[in-house]
């Protein structure tokens, strides 16, 4: 469909109540999913929107950086808007105690991570509770965004007993590597899982907007004798994990 076509007045106004950058933002949501506009099609300039669908700039420019924000829309400076790709969905079993880095090679995904924290701390209530800590302890917390094929999939929170981990900044991809070599590789875990929505900081860090729903999960990991090793807390795009279980009829 041409952008004659698609932008027009009668098409925004046929897109329910609300503001008028509510209705334009749908519009375009509505073109995106329908295929109308495809994958790493560009946009109209915002003045042209404008001009076709009678609305101001700063209304266009309000739904087009609403949609950006979402990272369905991608601005290139110097090239325009265009259609984000789509995200594909990765499927995580829960019965493998694996990393990322090993998760992302094996569906040949590439993968990397932002560092966003490597720092040696005392531990907090929290840390000291799960990981059996005493005052005087510390513990490497590890903050990274987990980014596969360029899409960032995950952020992911580490807390290791400082002992088996002293310098948090050796770990330059795969923590289990590292901790594998120093023997404190974990061998079995638990995991929470829930629903929340992500906040301010991890929308913008995920590329989606403020309250987009999300995986929490929360991981205890033991090693050979029992002792608990790390304790890590992630937060998920909802929109690009499964995790799959198998489950086994027991015997009678």
């Not at 790493?40 to 915002?46: I, K, R, V």
């Not at 694996?98 to 993968?111: I, Q």
């Not at 029992?226 to 909802?238: A, D, H, K, L």
Request: charged share 30%; proline share 5%.
């Amino acid at each position: 469909m041409s952008a004659p076509d698609l932008f027009t007045a009668q098409r925004v106004a046929a897109m329910g109540s609300g503001p008028l950058y509510l209705r334009l933002r749908r519009l375009l949501e509505d073109a995106i999913v329908g295929g109308m506009l495809g994958e790493g099609e560009a946009l109209p300039t915002e003045r042209d929107i404008a001009e076709l669908t009678e609305l101001s700039r700063v209304t266009v420019r309000r739904a087009v950086d609403d949609l950006v924000k979402q990272g369905r829309l991608i601005r290139r400076h110097g090239s325009g808007t265009f259609v984000a790709p789509s995200v594909s969905r990765v499927e995580q079993s829960l019965s493998l105690l694996t990393s990322f880095t090993e998760d992302m090679a094996r569906r040949g995904l590439s993968s990397r991570s932002e560092w966003l924290e490597r720092t040696v701390v005392a531990p907090s209530p929290d840390e000291m509770m799960v990981l059996g800590l005493s005052v005087g302890d510390t513990v490497s917390r590890l903050e990274r965004l987990r980014i596969a094929d360029n899409v960032p999939m995950a952020i992911e929170r580490a807390s290791i007993i400082g002992s088996f981990l002293p310098d948090p900044a050796s770990v330059t991809d795969s923590l289990y590597d590292v901790l594998d070599k120093r023997s404190a590789r974990p061998c079995r875990a638990t995991q929470r899982i829930s629903a929340r929505n992500v906040d301010e900081r991890e929308a913008a860090l995920l590329k989606v907007a403020p309250g987009e729903a999300a995986l929490y999960i929360e991981r205890v990991s033991y090693l050979p004798n029992g002792r608990v090793i790390e304790f890590t807390r992630s937060v998920y795009r909802g929109d690009a994990y499964d995790f799959v279980a198998e489950l086994k009829i027991p015997e009678r």
